[in-house]
């Protein structure tokens, strides 16, 4: 079985989420893609973040895709740091290959993340394009650092196959939806 990790705060949730959802199921050849709702992301201000129970509940509403588990497990490890979440899913589910998934505006402070090489040593990792942070994968610590780990996105659906590090970055179709414009916008309906 191929599972995507795909961390986030979904504060709220929204159509690009599912676009990268989308993208990722069927680039990766996912099984199954499990959203972790963050229960709070370590470089983010708390003000702002609306409790973890609504924006899980958010995520339900809005998933249609019965590949797409929402999930909150971080919580109850006791700490929102993702190098740690991935050493224990690891421990715990060694016949699943894991994929770590995220946005490519993410690789931009990647480098600040707590052990961020150890993440990139435990699972393959997915960048997917995000309008702004096109050429990211050019100038990141992260994608400098592990320049010989690179795989060519056209080798994307046999990523889950490569041990760590290994990585791509997944151009495609995008989205210019973030939650903090449906913030700003007060946006209580997450599909407008
Ligand atoms: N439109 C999008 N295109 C590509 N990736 C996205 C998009 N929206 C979110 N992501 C990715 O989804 C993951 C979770 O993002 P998050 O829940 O913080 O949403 P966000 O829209 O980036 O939020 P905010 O605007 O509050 O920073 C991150 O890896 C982020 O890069
Ligand atoms: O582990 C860290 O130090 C770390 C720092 C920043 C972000 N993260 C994780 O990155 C994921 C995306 O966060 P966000 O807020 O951009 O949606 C989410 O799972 C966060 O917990 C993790």
């Known amino acids: 079985m191929v599972v995507g990790l795909f961390g986030g ?14 993208i990722a199921l069927r680039r990766l050849r996912l099984d199954q893609l499990w959203w972790m709702v963050t229960p ?13 129970q609504e924006r899980i509940a958010m995520s339900e509403r809005l998933v249609r895709d019965p590949r797409i588990k ?3 497990f971080e919580q109850s490890l006791g700490g929102p740091y993702t190098a740690h979440t991935l050493a224990h899913v690891k421990a715990r589910n060694r016949g699943i290959h894991f994929i770590w998934i995220m946005g490519a505006d993410s690789l ?4 600040l993340w707590q052990e961020w090489q150890s993440i990139v040593r435990t699972f393959p990792i997915a960048v997917i394009d995000r309008p702004g942070s096109t050429l990211s994968f050019l100038s990141s610590n992260m994608t400098r650092t592990f320049d010989y780990a690179h795989v060519d ?5 046999a990523l889950w196959k490569k041990p760590a590090p290994a990585w791509t970055f997944l151009h495609g179709p995008r989205s210019t939806i973030s939650s903090t414009s449906l913030r700003l916008a007060g946006a209580g309906n997450p599909r407008t």
């Open 108 to 111: 931009r402070t990647f480098h």
């Open 40 to 52: 709070g992301n370590p470089l983010k201000s708390k003000s702002g973040l609306a409790p973890l």
């Open 9 to 22: 705060s979904f504060n709220p949730p929204h159509e690009g989420h599912l676009l990268v959802s989308e």
């Open 153 to 157: 996105e056209d080798d994307a659906g």
């Open 70 to 72: 929402v999930t909150a």
